[in-house]
């Protein structure tokens, strides 16, 4: 019964240092992730895209300075780079299926 004892308590002292560093990892990253969030939002100020009228948005990514949309506009999807700043589209490429 001892030996049973000292088992149980291993195991849930170790699952308390387990929820310690999970607890401390979330904490940390928190505490990141507002202090980076106020710096790149001077980086984009695009009022509106051009999308194709009727055109259904995939997915929209904002990274590096640039936002890249995908949209599906009937059966062919595509995808526009925009600038961050200015709102002028870089580069469009159609997406093909094989």
């Known amino acids: 019964m001892g030996r049973a004892r000292k088992s149980f308590l291993f195991s849930i002292a170790l699952l308390m240092v387990g929820f310690i560093a999970i607890g401390a990892a979330v904490v940390y990253r928190t505490s990141q992730s507002s202090e980076d969030a106020s710096a790149p939002a001077g980086e984009y100020v695009i009022a509106s895209l051009a999308i ?3 055109a259904e948005i995939v997915s929209a990514v904002a990274a590096d300075g640039k936002l890249t949309v995908t949209y599906k506009a009937g059966a062919m999807t595509s ?13 469009e ?4 299926s094989e």
């Open 93 to 96: 490429i159609p997406v093909m």
């Open 52 to 54: 194709p009228a009727g």
């Open 79 to 91: 995808v526009r780079i925009f600038d961050g700043k200015s709102g002028d589209m870089i580069r």
